[in-house]
């Protein structure tokens, strides 16, 4: 199981990115799959997760949205109306196997 995030980088307050999550190694259109954001000294916090239904963390405030291309095995984090909050190191993961993977993460940084 491999997941590899990308599309991370510098972003004014009010600006937008999209993140892509690429799986491998087993079919993401059976499994659910999770967004997660990680600030330096703080513990990992919940994003989103992608399952039957998509659900968001509360931060969210619908300013973010899952997209998942299974057949590409691909999921995208669509990120509008980002704050110097939203900095953070974003990874993707899923549960295989009763075990979590979690890819390297993308670093997004909000700033003027």
């Known amino acids: 199981v491999q997941l590899v995030e990308s599309g991370g980088g510098l972003v004014q307050p009010g600006g937008s990115l999209r993140l892509s999550c690429a799986a491998s190694?087993?079919?993401?259109?059976?499994?659910?799959l999770r967004w997660a954001r990680q600030v330096p000294g703080k513990a990992l916090e919940w994003v989103a997760t992608?399952?039957?239904?998509?659900t968001y963390a509360a931060f969210v405030k619908g300013r973010f949205i899952i997209f998942r291309d299974d057949h590409n095995n691909m999921m995208y984090l669509y990120m509008n109306n980002l704050t110097p909050e939203d900095t953070a190191v974003y990874y993707c993961?899923?549960?295989?196997?009763?075990?979590?993977?979690w890819g390297q993460g993308t670093r997004v940084t909000v700033s003027s």
């Open positions: 992608s399952d039957s239904a998509n």
């Open positions: 190694g087993f079919k993401t259109v059976e499994y659910i």
């Open positions: 993961g899923t549960t295989y196997n009763h075990e979590d993977f």
